[in-house]
């Protein structure tokens, strides 16, 4: 009882910070990105960087640094109304990924290679989704529904994929990554997901059935890939949950994982085909 009880207090919580960032304006959800951002690549990294001792929170710290100031500066550039220019990006990127491998030249890390390895993994599965999400949120105007209609076929997924689960679930999906996940309960999540996606932004964002159907498919098949990479992620790291951000519910990474899989697919569809 005190599980649960702790869970639904974490979980509102949790709720109301993400509505106040995205309904409090373009700039409070530009910081909120930022801070989610920070627990999402200091949760990453914390996995894939080996040593335990005080090396290893210098490394998450520079790494965090690092993969979060491409976020921050699309962050300000977007939020002046500056295009998102991909050819000032990338250099900038550039840059940002050879200081730490520079960093490696000189540090007693027994993993240089790896970890130079798992800073380049982290741009490209967190920074750069986070990046695509603002310039999603941001043009061509700032739209706090949009971004609400994205994280709600996020919860959708997770909550029709546990009830029907729990309910009639037998046939494993990803045995050896994920017990707990069945074919049952995967189809009720993207039932739910696709029929609930495609109704909030065809009403209440008066979006063509066709581009709310394709978003909310692209949503449910990429979402449960990006849960099942983690989860593959953390099994082979030997570990339950990314962090203790949220009591009950692990880390932030655990709760984002299916979002910024699916918003880099999201984002090309939308930028295109979808338009």
């Given at each position: ?5 702790e869970r639904v ?86 840059i940002l990924i ?178």
């Amino acid at each position: 009882m005190k599980g649960l009880k702790e869970r639904v207090i974490s979980a509102f919580v949790f709720l109301v910070i993400i509505l106040i960032g995205i309904f409090g304006g373009a700039s409070n959800f530009g910081f909120l990105v930022i801070l989610i951002s920070v627990f999402l690549l200091w949760e990453f990294f914390g996995i894939i960087i080996s040593e335990e001792s005080r090396s290893k929170s210098i490394h998450k710290a520079l790494w965090t640094i690092a993969a979060l100031i491409p976020v921050a500066w699309v962050f300000w550039k977007e939020f002046q109304g500056e295009a998102f220019d991909l050819y000032e990006f990338g250099p900038i990127a550039l840059i940002l990924i050879y200081i730490p491998l520079l960093f490696e030249l000189f540090s007693l890390s027994s993993a240089p290679f790896d970890h130079v390895g798992g800073l380049f993994l982290g741009f490209f599965y967190i920074t750069v989704p986070m990046c695509l999400l603002l310039d999603i949120a941001y043009v061509p105007a700032y739209s706090p529904f949009l971004i609400l209609g994205l994280l709600l076929m996020t919860w959708l997924n997770d909550i029709g994929a546990y009830f029907v689960g729990s309910s009639i679930g037998k046939t494993p999906l990803a045995p050896t990554i994920s017990p707990k996940k069945t074919w049952e309960g995967t189809l009720g999540g993207w039932a739910t997901t696709i029929l609930g996606g495609a109704l909030y932004f065809h009403f209440f964002m008066e979006k063509p059935w066709d581009l709310t159907v394709a978003i909310s498919v692209i949503a449910a098949v990429f979402g449960t890939l990006g849960d099942l990479v983690e989860s593959k992620l953390k099994r082979t790291a030997g570990i339950k949950d990314t962090g203790r951000v949220m009591p009950g519910h692990g880390g932030l990474l655990d709760r984002f994982d299916a979002f910024i899989f699916f918003l880099p697919f999201i984002y090309l569809y939308l930028r295109f085909i979808g338009g």
